[in-house]
Every structure is written in structure tokens, then in C-alpha cells.
């Protein structure tokens, strides 16, 4: 198989409390894949999305991102091949203007002038709110600026887009624009989620992770199909829902 | 007047104050045809004249404070309509309320054609620091969400029976004010992940600012223009 987009191995981190938060995670997304990360609360999937970018440092273990180390010296070469779109679009989206922050990225990156302007407007059409350039994050509905945040790090042209629970506190029509805009991003794709309709429906492979370390991972279908798994680590269906039934990818 | 690059409005509005608090007193003549100036400048900027109005209510503390002057003031008194008032103190109440209105009024004016971003971006380009530009762009953007935040808060106490009417029983605010401040503190070291998530390194990248032609900085300071030569011959000619 080719290189990896992303490759870690033997993860492990504890925060300065004392509580460890990975104990050992091993996982690999190729290039062009979409795979899904579920796990309950607490199990250690926000702080695993962390180390992808170098943010947090890993206590053991290492970090690849498309062959290349996840360490000091190439930090921010990282940070700009690992897109992170991060929960709360309130935190991503800091710039006075929508144009300004999808330019952040970039600009730090060195890209100016004209370039930026595009990289700006590729990024932002990419998502379907070119209209909303010189607009103010706050004025814009929060399936709007879950978008946006999504743009800022397209702009970057990463290697990985990692998202942590896109799905989160959108309405269903927002939902749904939503997975029409990653579906048709050709990027490889870690998505962070408690949605499992929404990770069957956009990613073909899910991980399972609990208490540290990923426990399972498979076929998305297969892996919501096993009820005892599924019921070991707090995992739960919508009432009614065939996994197996509506294989929507 | 929209369509002025914002830094040139910032420069034409710093020049105009400037101009107007350089004007003497007793130069009556200046401030009236300064206010001339500002008005037609909003008559040509099309502002609603109710829009003005209730942006210039800012100014009424001011006005409050100036209409106290001539009654406290000292020195020497004159009577006006069968009161009694202090010469000084009506001195101050002129330059006060004359100053502060053409002031209020010159911000009005940029305030209305300008978006904030459009203004701090203006402040960028005349050299403002960065650090402190920066501060004000997270200002603007974060006052909403901690202002929403305090809002849901007091909505979920007042569900729960709490009506505060008196100083002593504002402790749950108090304390509700501490717990945001924390909780605007953890969401400050999100967004500085998501600001190094993206490469920041310390260095603000600007964006979007264009350079202002010669023709946009004539015409901005034009006003401004007048206002010092009005500022100019009051202190020299006519007084």
C-alpha cells in the first residue's frame, strides 16, 4: 500500500493532572479514505486529535503525517498538512471577518497578494459561502459558521481534514449541507463523531475507541452492527435504525 | 463617503477634533461653520436624521455635566432670565458642549459608513501596533458571545426564581460574572490551539487591506482640510 496519510503508533499521554488520557493508540488512514472515529465520552478522542498536529506532545509513540514526523522541527509543516476543525466554530473563527479568517491559515504560511485572495476564494466556495466573505462570524447561523471553520482549514490545502463532531448542534437541513460539503471535498477525511447515522452515511471504515486505545475497527456497517460491541462501549443506534438497511455511501 | 478606504476616514476624523478643539472660544463663527461642515457631510452620506439623533445620545452625560457649570462655577456672576451664573462656568458650558457635539457628530459620521472590522483594519494601516489591533479585532469579535453567554445565564436564573431588586442580593451575579470570566479565560486557550492549529507563530498576517489612492486621501481630509484652516484663522486673523 502507498504512504499513509496519517499513521500513529503506540500513542500514549497523560495529562498534567495525572489522568491518562491514551494508553497505546494505534491507527492508519490512507490517502482519499474517510474514516469514522466513535467512542463515548472521556475516551480520549479529542485529546488523540490533538497529537495529530503536535499541539500536545505525546508522553510515547509516534505521529506521521504523510511520512512525515509529527516533532518540533517540522511543526509547522504539520500543522499545515493536518486541517483540525475543532468543535465549537466560536473558537476557530477569531478574525473580524469571514475573508480575513480563511486567510489566517495561509498567510501564516507565507501566501500573499493575489494567492491568498484565491486560496480565500477557493476555500470559501469549496464550502458554498463565497457570498459570506466580508461578513462577521458572529452574524452568521451556526451551520453557517460550522462551514466556515471548515474553509479555514481547506485554505491550508491539508493532507488530512480532521474534524471533531461536525454534526454537533446543527439542525438537520444544516446537517445535511453539511455532509454534502464534506462528501464532495476529495480529501482523506478523520471525522470525530457521536452521530452514527452520519458516519455510516460518509465513511466507509469506522474506529472504535474507549479508555484510551482504539478497540475496533471495520467495515462501518459491520462494526454498528455488533450489538455486543456496540453495548461494551456506550454506543447506541437511533431507535429503529438498520445499519445494515440503509447503506448510504 | 461608504466607499473611503477606513484608514483615511480614521486619519480625516483624528485631523477634524484635532482642528476643532485647536479653535478658541470666543470663535463662535469657526464652531458654527465646523457644524456646517459635519452636516452636510451627513446630508451627502445620506444618514437618516433619526439614526444620527439616537447615535448622538451618547453625549448626553456630557451635556448633563456642561448645563451644571454655570451654576457651580466661580468668579465673577452675570444674571441671564433672572438666574444667577458664573461667567466661567458658561465659558465652559460653551466649549464643552460645542466640542463635544462637532466631535460626537465627526464619529457619527465614520462610525456609520465604516464596519468595525473596516476600522481596526484602518488602524492596521496607519501603524497602529499589531498587539493592539489584535486585541481589539478579539474584542469585537468575542464581547457577542460572553455577552450571550452572561444573558443565557441570568435567563436560567430567573427561571429558577431568582430576581435580584437589591444590591445585597447580586452575589449569585457576582459569582455567575467570576465563572464566565473563567470559562471566557478556558475558551481564550481554545481559540489560541485553533490560532496555532493554523500556524500562527505569534504575528497577526494582514489581509485584504489595500493601499488608499491619492485621490481617497484628498478627498477624505477635504473636510478636515477646511476645519484646520477654520482652527488656523481663528487663532491668528480674527481673533
Same mark, same amino acid.
Request: hydrophobic share 45%.
Given at each position: 500500500m502507498s504512504e499513509p496519510s496519517l499513521e500513529v503508533a503506540g500513542l500514549f499521554f497523560s495529562y498534567p493532572d495525572g489522568h491518562q488520557a491514551l494508553r497505546g493508540v494505534d491507527l492508519h488512514v490512507h490517502h482519499g479514505e474517510r474514516v469514522a472515529l466513535l467512542g463515548p465520552n472521556g475516551a480520549g478522542k479529542t485529546t488523540l486529535l490533538l497529537h495529530l498536529n503536535g499541539i500536545l506532545r505525546p508522553d510515547g509513540g509516534t505521529v506521521r503525517v504523510a511520512g512525515l514526523d509529527v516533532s518540533d522541527e517540522a511543526a509547522m509543516e504539520v500543522r499545515r498538512r493536518v486541517?483540525?476543525?475543532?468543535?465549537?466554530?466560536?473558537?476557530?473563527?477569531?478574525?473580524?471577518?469571514?475573508?480575513?479568517?480563511?486567510?489566517?491559515?495561509?498567510?501564516?504560511?507565507?501566501?500573499?497578494?493575489a494567492?491568498?485572495?484565491a486560496r480565500v476564494a477557493a476555500a470559501l466556495?469549496?464550502?458554498?459561502?463565497?457570498?459570506?466573505?466580508?461578513?462577521?462570524?458572529?452574524?452568521?447561523?451556526?451551520?453557517?459558521?460550522?462551514?466556515?471553520?471548515?474553509?479555514?482549514?481547506?485554505?491550508?490545502?491539508?493532507?488530512?481534514?480532521?474534524?471533531?463532531?461536525?454534526?454537533?448542534?446543527?439542525?438537520?437541513?444544516?446537517?445535511?449541507?453539511?455532509?454534502?460539503?464534506?462528501?464532495?471535498?476529495?480529501?482523506?477525511?478523520?471525522?470525530?463523531?457521536?452521530?452514527?447515522?452520519?458516519?455510516?452515511?460518509?465513511?466507509p471504515r469506522a474506529l472504535v475507541m474507549d479508555e484510551g486505545s482504539i478497540?475496533?475497527?471495520?467495515?462501518?456497517?459491520?462494526?454498528?452492527?455488533?450489538?455486543?460491541?456496540?453495548?461494551?462501549?456506550?454506543?447506541?443506534?437511533?431507535?429503529?435504525?438498520?445499519?445494515?438497511?440503509?447503506?448510504?455511501? | 463617503m461608504h466607499r473611503l478606504p477606513p484608514q483615511v476616514k480614521v486619519v480625516a476624523l483624528l485631523v477634524f477634533v484635532i482642528a476643532v478643539v485647536l479653535m478658541p472660544r470666543e470663535a463662535f463663527w469657526a464652531h458654527a461653520l465646523a457644524g456646517c461642515l459635519i452636516a452636510g457631510v451627513m446630508i451627502l452620506a445620506e444618514l437618516p436624521a433619526g439614526f444620527v439623533a439616537r447615535r448622538m445620545l451618547v453625549e448626553v452625560p456630557i451635556l448633563i455635566f456642561a448645563l451644571l457649570l454655570p451654576f457651580f462655577g466661580q468668579g465673577p456672576t452675570t444674571r441671564v432670565l433672572g438666574l444667577t451664573l458664573s461667567v466661567e462656568g458658561l465659558w465652559g458650558a460653551w466649549t464643552i458642549i460645542a466640542k463635544a457635539t462637532l466631535g460626537v457628530g465627526a464619529s457619527v459620521v465614520v462610525s456609520a459608513t465604516t464596519t468595525i472590522p473596516d476600522i481596526i483594519r484602518g488602524?492596521? =494601516?496607519? +501603524? $497602529?501596533?499589531?498587539?493592539?489591533?489584535?486585541?481589539?479585532?478579539?474584542?469585537?469579535?468575542?464581547?457577542?458571545?460572553?455577552?450571550?453567554?452572561?444573558? =443565557?445565564? +441570568? $435567563?436560567a436564573m430567573a427561571s429558577r426564581g431568582y430576581e435580584p431588586r437589591w444590591l445585597w442580593q447580586g452575589g449569585p451575579l457576582a459569582q455567575s460574572a467570576g465563572s464566565l470570566f473563567i470559562r471566557s479565560y478556558e475558551r481564550g486557550e481554545r481559540v489560541h490551539q485553533a490560532m496555532v492549529a493554523r500556524g500562527f507563530t505569534g504575528r497577526m498576517p494582514t489581509y485584504g487591506d489595500r493601499p488608499a489612492s491619492l485621490r481617497q486621501w484628498v478627498l477624505g481630509l477635504s473636510v478636515s482640510a477646511v476645519a484646520v484652516v477654520l482652527a488656523v484663522l481663528s487663532v491668528t486673523v480674527i481673533r
Open positions: 486541517g483540525l476543525v475543532f468543535q465549537d466554530p466560536d473558537d476557530q473563527l477569531f478574525m473580524p471577518t469571514v475573508g480575513q479568517d480563511v486567510a489566517f491559515g495561509p498567510a501564516n504560511f507565507g501566501l500573499v497578494g494567492e491568498l485572495e466556495g469549496a464550502v458554498s459561502m463565497l457570498d459570506a466573505i466580508d461578513r462577521a462570524p458572529h452574524h452568521l447561523s451556526y451551520g453557517e459558521r460550522r462551514r466556515v471553520a471548515i474553509a479555514t482549514v481547506l485554505a491550508m490545502m491539508p493532507e488530512i481534514l480532521v474534524l471533531d463532531e461536525p454534526t454537533s448542534n446543527l439542525d438537520p437541513a444544516s446537517r445535511r449541507e453539511l455532509i454534502d460539503v464534506l462528501r464532495a471535498l476529495p480529501i482523506t477525511q478523520l471525522v470525530v463523531t457521536h452521530d452514527l447515522p452520519f458516519a455510516l452515511e460518509l465513511c478497540v475496533a475497527g471495520d467495515d462501518t456497517v459491520d462494526v454498528l452492527s455488533d450489538e455486543i460491541l456496540m453495548k461494551a462501549h456506550r454506543l447506541e443506534l437511533p431507535y429503529r435504525f438498520d445499519p445494515r438497511g440503509g447503506t448510504g455511501r | 488602524l492596521d =494601516r496607519i +501603524r $497602529v501596533p499589531r498587539v493592539i489591533t489584535a486585541i481589539a479585532g478579539f474584542m469585537v469579535r468575542y464581547l457577542d458571545i460572553v455577552a450571550g453567554e452572561f444573558a =443565557r445565564r +441570568r $435567563v
